[in-house]
């Protein structure tokens, strides 16, 4: 029987994309996981992960099979929690803003099993663009905005706190040329057709990249939509760099996609929620973030 201990390994794995950084994140022995990972596959009777020389990548099964992992682990968070002191008197209403990425990937399981919790806080959703979700949250407008905290602007007046690092990484076809190269440069990239997905300062990140000496890329597609960027580079009509948070290895027409990490250091996307300096938030606001920050890697920084 499957236990929650190896899906939580299994998932270290998923999100890392290595054993040692799944170890690291778990602090526990990289044979642990390893071991866990194996016992498993072998429950399953199916590989979860092909081993490549970069690290792991999830298979077909490994796929379908995370979807059910990430149900189960916030069932049983939700669980625990369930039998715990809650703080039923809390009541209120919090305004909470959302980026697209963000409110597509990550905020609505979240707030599903937090308003179970909390059934007697209202929380208001908005999706709107960065910068105006600074600005709501200057203005009172808003209590909280799960942002991207690597794009806030600085000096805006707001306090983060950043509960994932998510790597991005090179997305190419399964028969690209770059995929049979031990390294992989931005100077390789540059001379490839390019795709640049325009969502949540993703299109200035990924601009961001090229300078003289690594060259510039040809662009051959800017677009707001992740799918046709993906399907774009699974045709093998472009590559792209972008975050981990919305990798899928399988279009709407069942062509796959690949990741490379780089030879450089790319930064992360950084993920979690911000409010402003100037106010104090209420106890039900409190509570919502720390939702967040429990559900989602459990709090990195804060600023």
């Known amino acids: 029987m499957l236990t929650h201990r190896q899906i939580r390994y299994f998932l270290a794995v998923v999100d890392a994309g290595q054993v040692s950084a799944a170890a690291r994140a778990l602090n526990v022995s990289q044979s642990a996981v390893t ?5 498993m596959e072998g429950m399953l009777g199916t590989a979860l992960f092909d081993r490549l020389p970069t690290g792991l990548r999830l298979t077909r099964a490994g796929q379908q099979f995370r979807h059910h992992a990430r149900d189960i682990a916030v069932s049983f968070e939700a669980a625990m929690k369930s039998v715990e002191a809650t703080d039923d008197a809390v009541t209120g209403r919090v305004r909470l803003g ?12 979240v707030i599903e099993h937090f308003t179970r919790q909390h059934p007697r806080i209202d929380v208001e959703l908005t999706e709107e663009p960065r910068e105006v979700l600074e600005q709501a949250l200057v203005e009172d407008q808003l209590d909280l905005a799960l ?3 690597s794009n ?3 000096g805006a007046g707001l306090k983060s706190r950043t509960f994932h690092r998510s790597p991005r990484r090179l997305w190419v076809s399964v028969d690209h040329p770059l995929t049979r190269q031990k390294t ?7 001379t490839h057709p390019y795709a640049v997905l325009r969502s949540d300062d993703a299109d200035k990140q990924g601009l961001a990249y090229w300078t003289d000496l690594t060259g510039h890329p040809e662009i051959k597609l800017i677009s707001t939509s992740v799918e046709a960027v993906r399907s774009l580079v699974a045709a093998g009509r472009a590559v792209t760099i972008l975050s981990d948070v919305i990798y899928r290895p399988w279009t709407l027409d069942g062509r796959r996609v690949e990741r490379i990490d780089l030879a450089e250091a790319i930064p992360t ?4 929620i911000a409010w402003s300096a100037a106010g104090t938030l209420s106890p039900a606001a409190k509570l919502l973030r720390a939702a967040f920050n429990t559900s989602i890697s459990g709090g990195i920084s804060e600023t």
């Open 35 to 39: 071991l866990s990972i194996k016992d």
């Open 98 to 109: 959302m980026s697209w990425t963000l409110s597509s990937y990550f905020a609505i399981p």
């Open 147 to 149: 942002v991207l905290t």
């Open 152 to 154: 806030l602007t600085s």
């Open 184 to 190: 992989v440069t931005l100077t390789d990239v540059a």
């Open 269 to 272: 996307m950084d993920v979690g």
